[in-house]
């Protein structure tokens, strides 16, 4: 039966509660599909009954039972969306649950209370209430056919009255559009790509990591980060490693390590490494603006065990120097607002150059955090020309105004769209610390997926990417191109689909369009 009790109420697991064993066994269930992917609910559904549940898909199944009912739903507006509550007065014991609780189940590996899971009680109130005069002003002919769909209606094991006219024939396929602050974000990070397995894969991803940004070895590197892709898209929770050895892509030693983690919660690899003398020392000389996995390996092996002992080092490059002469100024956050006087420091001096000329701060400062790695400045011209050759103007004024420090070969450009950039060190003449600086300038019409791709953050571009690719597009900073053939093999278009605003992108790939601030 479904626990009942305090709101952190949870049911001692016995050996009838793990999950190879039955977690929803006497549960009856019926899937709501209102604001959730079909995907999703089907991996769902096949996931409730393989652990012992029992799905209702039919009217006829409901007839005569009078227990208790949990109906689950995404939200409240799918909620409202997929039910006629004035045709619920019959079933008394009814309760809304959110779709959540089926999640939390599923990590935990127990059948929990439903309470903390309620949605709004003013839905109950409204569903349960008899009032005459209001049934009266809704009786008459009904055109909408009722009938039950697969949705979560969940039931202990026992009796549970007639609700055949539970849920109107209208369906919704996908999200609902009447999205919150809250939900914006997580109908597009979370929706296929739930966390239920992050124990398992952040120790992979921090191996993926010390692979590629300490010890250059790309090949073992890609090998962790795809395996932990694959886990974190999992819908339901790895509990055990023979769960995982028919994936595509998980080889055996990635099997024994994936147990490992099952068994003991870390992994014995990647703690070596981390207490590895080499991998610290190696993840010291990176940490220097200007020097690379491949460079600071060169440097370990000559011999260096210190940043003191490469700034003797020969083989530094122009660029690496000045990153060790400020490693420490570049190592701290930076305030917001510091962030915004270097933006405003900028934008009058463009203003003066370039009349005209667009600028907002990017990355986490338009996220609105309270501080930063770094300050990312945007630019563009409205007039589609005037952008070109102005970043080199820009920056000799800026040096002049001794705002930047004079770094070697700071400039790269992109050839096919023009994309040009400086990466280099800034300082605010009333602030005490250097910091790290990037101004890119875009042509007008790649400005828009310049803003989406440099204001982040990295989950939500990586999500977006993905969706775009499923959709036969490749989104990047300069524009969404749309694919011929095939989608892993397949050539993407030289001309992007236009998109004058963020929210025409989002809007070309069908999705809600998050704010700045909704972003993190």
């Known amino acids: 039966m479904i626990p009942q009790g305090s709101k952190n109420s949870r049911r001692k697991p016995d050996s009838t509660d793990k999950l190879t064993d039955g977690l929803f066994s006497g549960v009856l269930a019926i899937f709501i599909e209102t604001g959730v992917s079909r995907k999703r609910l089907q991996v769902w559904q096949r996931r409730f009954e393989d652990l012992g549940g029992t799905i209702l898909t ?24 997929g039910i006629n509550f ?32 309620l949605l709004s009680a003013s839905q109950d109130e409204h569903i349960l209430s008899t009032d005459d005069s209001r049934l009266d002003a809704q009786s008459g002919p009904q055109s909408d056919q009722l009938y039950v769909t697969p949705a979560l209606a969940i039931v202990p094991d026992g009796d549970l009255r007639a609700c055949s006219e539970v849920v109107n024939e209208k369906r919704y396929d996908e999200v609902s559009e009447e999205c919150t602050i809250d939900t914006k974000f997580k109908a597009i990070c979370e929706d296929d790509m739930p966390d239920y397995n992050k124990h398992i894969s952040r120790p992979l ?89 491949k460079h600071a390996l060169k440097l370990y092996q000559a011999g260096h065990r210190s940043l003191q002992d490469i700034s003797e080092d020969q083989t530094l490059s122009p660029m690496a120097r000045v990153g060790l002469k400020y490693h420490y100024d570049i190592a701290l956050r930076i305030p917001q607002s510091e962030v ?40 563009t011209h409205p007039d589609g020309h005037s952008h070109k050759g102005l970043l080199g103007r820009l920056v000799t004024k800026l040096e002049e105004a001794q705002f930047l420090i004079t770094c070697p070969n700071p400039f790269t450009e992109n050839i096919t769209h023009k994309v040009n950039t400086y990466m280099g060190i800034c300082k605010l003449p009333q602030y005490t610390h250097h910091r790290r600086i990037d101004i890119k300038i875009y042509p007008k019409q790649a400005y828009a997926f310049a803003l989406v791709y440099f204001t982040g953050n990295d989950v939500l571009n990586r999500r977006i990417r993905y969706l775009a690719k499923k959709k036969g597009y490749k989104l990047s900073d300069q524009g969404l191109f749309l694919r011929v053939g095939d989608n892993k093999t397949g050539m993407a278009s030289e001309v992007s689909i236009p998109c004058e605003t963020e929210e025409e992108v989002f809007q070309k790939l069908g999705l809600p369009y998050p704010e700045p601030h909704e972003r993190n």
């Open 58 to 81: 039919a009217a006829a199944n409901l007839l005569g039972r009078v227990d208790q009912i949990i109906i689950l739903a995404a939200h409240e507006a799918a909620l409202s969306k």
């Open 86 to 117: 004035d045709r619920l007065g019959s079933c008394p014991n009814l309760n809304f649950v959110q779709f959540r609780w089926v999640e939390e189940c599923l990590k935990d590996g127990t059948l929990l209370s439903y309470e903390p899971f």
């Open 205 to 293: 991803l921090e191996l993926s990591e010390i692979y590629s940004d300490v010890l250059a070895d790309e090949w073992r590197s890609l090998t962790y980060r795809k395996v932990a892709n694959k886990l974190d898209r999992l819908p339901y929770q790895i509990l055990s490693a023979d769960e995982v050895k028919n994936i595509q892509g998980i080889g055996k030693s990635m099997v024994d390590k994936i147990k490992e983690i099952l068994c003991t919660g870390q992994l014995q690899k990647l703690f070596n490494l981390k207490a590895s003398s080499q991998v610290q020392i190696m993840q010291q000389f990176a940490s220097v603006w200007g020097i690379g996995p």
């Open 340 to 379: 915004s006087e270097a933006g405003s420091f900028v934008r009058h001096v463009l203003e003066d150059l370039c009349p005209g000329a667009s600028i907002i701060v990017g990355g986490s400062y338009r996220r609105g955090n309270a501080t930063c790695g770094d300050i990312d400045l945007l630019i």
